[in-house]
């Protein structure tokens, strides 16, 4: 299988913002997306992205302020994340999907991951009132 490595997480004062990056290697993705899960919660989708053509999928907790984007010669993907709150707390994990057939609807960032089967080990993020 292959390495995926986060970064860019931090503490940060609510409605600031921090952008985390997933570098990919030893194999090739449909999606990578974005996931998080907070202390006594379950895991919630945030975004995935089609590197077919750099859809980008959100969940409805996203929209408006996280923005996922591409960089398909390095291999990686970024979360722009803006006007972050405190519920925004959490651990990121990067996921792919690989090894599937399929179009745009396999990157979808569904709470339990669904088709995505690879995961990182996270970035920590933090947000302050």
């Known amino acids: 299988q292959g390495h995926l490595v986060e970064s860019g997480g931090g503490s940060v004062r609510a409605g600031g913002s921090l952008r985390l990056s997933c570098a990919a290697s030893?194999?090739?993705?449909?999606?990578m997306g974005w996931f998080r899960q907070a202390p006594g919660k379950e895991r919630e989708g945030v975004a995935g992205?089609?590197?077919?053509?750099?859809?980008?999928i959100y969940a409805d907790s996203a929209k408006g302020r996280f923005t996922i984007s591409q960089d398909n010669t390095k291999n990686m993907v970024h979360l722009q994340m803006n006007s972050l709150k405190p519920e925004d707390n959490a651990m990121y994990y990067c996921?792919?999907?690989?090894?599937?057939?399929?179009?745009?609807?396999?990157?979808?960032?569904?709470?339990?991951?669904?088709?995505?089967?690879?995961w990182g080990q996270g970035t920590q993020v933090n947000v302050s009132s």
């Open positions: 996921a792919t999907v690989t090894g599937l057939d399929g179009g745009h609807w396999l990157c979808r960032p569904r709470n339990e991951g669904h088709f995505y089967n690879d």
């Open positions: 030893g194999y090739t993705f449909k999606c």
């Open positions: 992205i089609y590197l077919g053509d750099g859809t980008p």
